[in-house]
């Protein structure tokens, strides 16, 4: 299959219409989308990326009467963190209505939704018509990608087309809280914080599995996030005995005479580079990435997520 690289939404959304796949770019990461509603469309995304089956997709949303045909129900949580959050990156998990095919949910009887606030990504939406689940546009495994160029990278040939965009504003992947019962429950970290979250509704917990317990969020138990690369997590400062086909990410200088090193200056900027630093790193055949380890608050405690999950082997 030819992937075709256009930058109109018009276009791009005649793929989706016509049971097609499209990258396109959101606030977040690029995503990996199909017609919701259109099952044997959505099984060529899983195709696609060699993802798992059973992990779950996100519903991307034009407005908000797109969600009513995705949700049997917008409880009166949801609908607060809809009015204060929406359009942004967050994903609400919902219970799924009949429409929704069950290979988009990967067998659950709730669907995550989220509407984009990145501009490009709304005409596209808009475009479509229908609601377009994706996941991020990337193979299975594989640092998720913040270029339309790193999307061609792993999938070209794959795919039929990609809306090209800017790199992605955030570069981590979008915040997912569980409002399918009583109290909502944040079972992914991202650039909306725990503390935003509680400043809607101060009762929102953070979900950590415990042991014996069905995991909640399916796609947290599958490897992610990972270059070839090995990831090394460590404290700013840290001595590094033989740095020399080696990479180095953080905010301070290292101590060492590393291949390749990049500062940052914010944690929002390591947060934006650390996706793409991971693939730069993988096309120099560097051995070992070394991650500085930042405070937990704001957006730092997604990078962590994402960094410790790299990390495992
Ligand atoms: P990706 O967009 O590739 O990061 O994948 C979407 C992720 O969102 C999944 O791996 C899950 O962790 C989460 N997710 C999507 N839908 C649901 C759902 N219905 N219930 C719980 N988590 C979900
Ligand atoms: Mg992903």
């Known amino acids: 299959m030819k992937t075709v690289v256009t930058s109109s939404p018009i276009e791009a959304a005649d793929f989706i219409q016509n049971g097609?796949?499209?990258?396109?770019?959101?606030?977040?990461?690029?995503?990996?989308?199909?017609?919701?509603?259109?099952?044997?469309?959505?099984?060529?995304?899983?195709?696609?990326?060699?993802?798992?089956?059973?992990?779950?997709?996100?519903?991307?949303?034009?407005?908000?009467?797109?969600i009513r045909e995705l949700a049997s129900e917008v409880n009166e949580n949801a609908r607060n963190f809809i009015d204060a959050l929406f359009p942004g990156p967050l994903t609400l998990v919902l219970p799924k209505s009949d429409r929704v095919p069950?290979?988009?949910?990967?067998?659950?009887?709730?669907?995550?939704?989220?509407?984009?606030?990145?501009e490009l990504a709304q005409r596209f939406l808009e475009a479509c018509g229908v609601p377009v689940v994706a996941p991020s546009a990337n193979l299975s495994g594989r640092p998720s990608p913040t270029t339309w160029?790193?999307?061609?990278?792993?999938?070209?040939?794959?795919?039929?087309?990609?809306?090209?965009?800017?790199?992605?504003?955030?570069?981590?992947e979008s915040t997912v809280v569980d409002c399918s019962s009583s109290v909502p429950m944040?079972?992914?970290?991202?650039?909306?914080?725990?503390?935003?979250?509680q400043a809607v509704i101060p009762e929102t917990v953070l979900y950590q599995a415990?042991?014996?317990?069905?995991?909640?969020?399916?796609?947290?138990?599958?490897?992610h996030y990972s270059p070839r690369a090995s990831i090394l997590l460590v404290e700013p400062g840290s001595e590094i005995s033989d740095p020399r086909n080696s990479a180095y990410?953080?905010?301070?200088?290292?101590?060492?005479?590393?291949k390749k090193a990049l500062l940052c200056t914010s944690i929002e900027i390591y947060a934006h580079v650390v996706f793409e630093f991971f693939r730069?790193?993988?096309?120099?055949?560097?051995?070992?990435?070394?991650?500085?380890?930042?405070?937990?608050?704001?957006?730092?405690?997604?990078?962590?997520?994402?960094?410790?999950?790299?990390?495992?082997?």
């Open 210 to 223: 415990t042991d014996g317990e069905a995991v909640r969020s399916p796609g947290l138990k599958h490897k």
């Open 149 to 172: 160029q790193a999307v061609l990278e792993d999938l070209d040939g794959r795919i039929d087309c990609i809306l090209e965009g800017e790199a992605t504003e955030i570069g981590l």
């Open 280 to 313: 730069e790193c993988d096309r120099e055949s560097i051995d070992a990435i070394y991650c500085e380890i930042v405070p937990e608050s704001g957006i730092g405690a997604a990078l962590m997520d994402r960094l410790r999950r790299a990390a495992e082997r």
């Open 249 to 258: 990410l953080g905010l301070g200088r290292p101590d060492g005479d590393f």
């Open 186 to 197: 944040l079972l992914r970290q991202g650039a909306i914080s725990l503390e935003e979250l």
């Open 102 to 118: 069950l290979i988009a949910t990967a067998g659950l009887y709730t669907i995550g939704v989220r509407m984009p606030r990145h």
């Open 20 to 66: 097609g796949t499209v990258a396109f770019p959101t606030e977040t990461v690029y995503g990996l989308g199909a017609n919701v509603f259109d099952a044997t469309a959505v099984a060529k995304i899983f195709e696609a990326k060699q993802r798992p089956a059973d992990n779950p997709l996100i519903a991307h949303v034009a407005n908000l009467a797109q």
